[in-house]
């Protein structure tokens, strides 16, 4: 029996409009209409349903939802599977860090200290000092290497506090831009890129538009960023080296450097 679009609203626990919108997208158009033309939903539209829930679960951007589910070697078990295997490494992720919050109230509630080793085990273990011998050996004659290891030198733990909220909030809204479907040669999000240039500036090398776009494309080339960038959310290394790249080009080459 096919459902209204009010029906299938409350069952998906989602509002009328986010319906009317992935309608409009071409994500999930109803397989029918009533005499008075209203949505109807059949099981397949429900199932299909399902999976665009998923998908946005897991930080797919929607025009990649519909893109995914609109190919015709699209496979439902494969995508269950792909989508399990995710789910699950996000909740064994969640679980580390709820024991890890467990372990710091317990210290706190005992006057005790959690080992120092174990209070960040929880957060990951992409750790940039892992890389810092390899980034000598290639960029170690470079200026923008020498000047970065002479600011660094200086900084204290505020300034690092400091220097990753800043680094995060700017992927963020890069991140909340690639989920909204906007361009990445958009205005936005090359005012953006060109935040991050200045970022890179204000806190470890000059950074002119050409090495800002060279960043991007390692960004994409190196797999071990793209993974860890790509935990902001899919595609997010991709978009970085596009909006780069784009802000380069809107900078000009003869531009001045960053910093």
């Given at each position: ?25 071409g ?23 399902q ?19 609109g ?35 317990d ?11 174990a ?60 989920a ?24 470890f ?13 390692m ?8 993974e860890?960038?790509d ?29």
């Amino acid at each position: 029996m096919a459902l209204t679009v009010s029906q299938v609203a409350r069952l998906a626990k989602i509002s009328i409009r986010a319906l009317h919108h992935y309608d409009e997208l071409g994500l999930l158009c109803p397989s029918d209409r009533s005499e008075a033309g209203y949505r109807l939903y059949s099981q397949a539209d429900l199932q299909k349903l399902q999976q665009v829930l998923f998908f946005k679960e897991l930080g797919f951007p929607l025009e990649d939802i519909r893109r995914i589910l609109g190919d015709p070697t699209f496979d439902l078990g494969t995508a269950l599977r792909m989508q399990r295997q995710l789910l699950t490494e996000r909740a064994a992720r969640l679980d580390a860090l709820v024991h890890a919050v467990d372990a710091a109230l317990d210290a706190l509630e005992k006057g005790t200290h959690v080992d120092k080793d174990a209070m960040f085990e929880a957060f990951g273990d992409f750790d940039p000092s892992k890389y810092e011998e390899e980034a000598k050996q290639r960029w170690g004659n470079t200026e923008a290497y020498k000047e970065s290891a002479r600011r660094t030198a200086r900084y204290k733990k505020e300034d690092w506090k400091r220097i990753k909220e800043e680094g995060d909030a700017l992927f963020q809204a890069l991140a909340d831009l690639l989920a909204a479907g906007t361009s990445a040669a958009s205005a936005a999000a090359m005012d953006l890129a060109e935040a991050h240039r200045q970022y890179l500036g204000k806190w470890f090398y000059a950074c002119p538009p050409a090495m800002h776009r060279g960043l991007g494309e390692m960004y994409v080339a190196d797999t071990r960023f793209t993974e860890n960038i790509d935990k902001v959310r899919p595609g997010l290394s991709l978009f970085l080296r596009d909006a780069f790249a784009a802000n380069a080009e809107r900078q000009g080459a003869a531009d001045a450097p960053c910093g």
